[in-house]
């Protein structure tokens, strides 16, 4: 497998100080306190003076080894030429032969080793104690900015919201004011009508009238007697018109009243409950279900309620139907699996031995090459983000090559993880996959072949976050060996781990908020994850080292506070 990143999570390279290329760091020389490459090593080094001699350690083991104290020279405080030959346990001070004889004779006197390494574990309780204060204090820290980044997501929505609202209440008034108008300007044109109509009748008859008098007067103005007798009588008729008859009264145009703007129509803020850092974890087993397995490696929940369920390197593949307590077994497949994941669209998908295609089950049970492909790698996880995109983890150790490939549903490789800015290998053996709604990758990576590993968060440029390698409290006695990993609805990780039954729960960076003995519910030797569409947990079990049982279990759980 490709090298492992240096422990610690940087990405500075470090360069060898020998000849400060860029190649791999692989040896450190405790007594020239140098790191170098395996090159320098053997041509440079050993030409040191004295080299045989020198304390060479590789670059894995650095921090596991220290210099060795000498307990034999310490210089007495009080007494000169004297040198501190015991611990006095008493006053707690350094002693020499005469500080003894004239003080410290009836003390509790103690070897300075035994002494040092006494304070050393007192300081050791007082380090991890100091880390545990701070792993809390860290972890309420990212909970809080993860609160913050909660809260001010919110409010940029209901602004929106807010803005949207206020677009449409303007839209609306605006159309009702245009309404009115469009009312307003009918009605009035409907009032004018009337008027008009008989304000037109009288000024026709006005009109009519003027002519008439004008005739009369022409009569009048007659100078011949036989002529005015002859046009009178027509005249007299002329003065006898009726006036035209109007309306006794007119409708008015209509009047506007002015409403009010309410809280009612326009909308209120209410309270949305209150903002908790605190975590309180809480599992409950709903159902328990006993199989024929040695282990249960792999689960997969159907939208059809059936599981899928994978006994991994001891080669069953099954699915499975609860059935009150039991779980029938619908179908079953001999097939070594490594990686297995259910799609939104019910298909199932396999990392199978030594197939370079993801495996598909077809509807009459035939196993059959996907679409996706990783030639010249052999997939060993999957992760499915969406029925259009998946991750796939995938290596060659002959090519030396350790990738996370994001793939469509085509099958095309859309982004391939594999080396940093530095062009470092990003990965040493990535094992399982997780995704948070931030869109940070969590990635299984194991750094050696006794499991031991670490969490890799990647942003969503392909940049290290964060590399979760345990916690000094958890892994006090034993090592972190990360096995599966899955992501909870409230956006949090939850990895098991090989050799403890604890669940350890971080947050969408990688950072440990919490953690959960899955002993303290009646669960052993946790190993497989899973959450279905209603939130709930799959917890798969192996068995005990060094037995041969197949009894291996399917819990079923649900989760409150992460």
Known sequence: MASSQPFGGGQVPVNCKLCKT??????????????????????????????????????????????????????????????????????EILVCPTCVAK???????IEISDAYNIKVEILKKGQSKMQKSNYTTNAKKDQLNKL???????????????????????????QYFKELKNKLEQNHETVLLSVKSDLNAISSFTNQKEDKINEV????????????????KKMEKFTETQEPRTRPSYS??????????????????????????????????????QTELESIAL????????????????????????????????????????????????????????????????????????VYNVSPLLPNAIHVISDNKLIVAAYNNELKRETVIIMNKKGDKET???????????????????????????????????????????????HIINQYTGHPTINKSKPFKPVRIVTTPSDNVVVTDLNIPILHI??????????????????????????NTTGQLYIGCSRAAGTKTKDAKLYVIKIEGF
């Open 22 to 91: 860029d190649r791999p760091i692989q040896w450190k020389c405790m007594d020239c306190s140098i790191m170098m490459c395996a090159h320098c090593k053997d041509n440079v080094h050993s030409q040191f003076k004295n080299a045989l001699d020198h304390k060479i350690i590789k670059r894995e083991e650095i921090g596991l080894h220290k210099e060795e104290l000498d307990f034999t020279n310490i210089k007495c405080n009080e007494h000169t030429g004297q040198s501190s030959c015991l611990y006095c346990n008493t006053c």
């Open 103 to 109: 003080v410290h004779k009836k003390h509790d006197l």
């Open 148 to 174: 913050v980044s909660a809260e001010n997501i919110k409010y940029n929505k209901e602004k929106r919201n807010i803005q949207s609202h206020e677009e449409t209440v303007k839209q609306q008034v605006e």
């Open 217 to 232: 007067q022409d009569c009048i103005d007659i100078s011949n007697a036989s002529e005015f007798f002859k046009e009178v």
């Open 252 to 289: 008015s145009s209509q009047k506007f009243i002015p409403g009010n703007f309410t809280q009612s129509n326009i909308g209120s803020l209410q309270d949305d409950g209150n903002l908790s850092a605190e975590i309180n974890t809480s599992l409950v087993i709903n159902s328990e279900y």
């Open 299 to 370: 689960v997969g929940p159907c939208l059809d309620q059936t599981i899928w369920i994978s006994s991994g390197s001891y080669g069953m593949l099954q699915r499975v139907k609860p059935e009150g307590t039991n779980l029938k077994v619908m179908s079953k497949l001999n097939i070594e699996v490594y990686g297995m994941a259910v799609t939104p669209s019910n298909q199932l998908l396999l990392c199978a031995k030594g197939k370079k295609s993801l495996q598909q089950i077809s509807s009459s049970g035939e196993l059959t090459d996907s």
């Open 416 to 462: 391939v993880y594999e080396n940093d800015e530095h062009n470092q290998p990003i990965f040493n053996n990535p094992w399982y996959i997780t995704t948070t709604c931030t869109g940070n990758i969590h990635v299984v990576d194991r750094i050696s072949d006794d499991a031991r590993g670490k969490v890799v968060v990647l942003g969503q440029g392909g």
């Open 506 to 531: 971080l947050n969408d960076n990688g950072h440990l908020i919490s953690y959960f003995n899955t002993k303290d519910i009646g669960i052993e030797f946790p190993i497989s994850l899973a959450i």
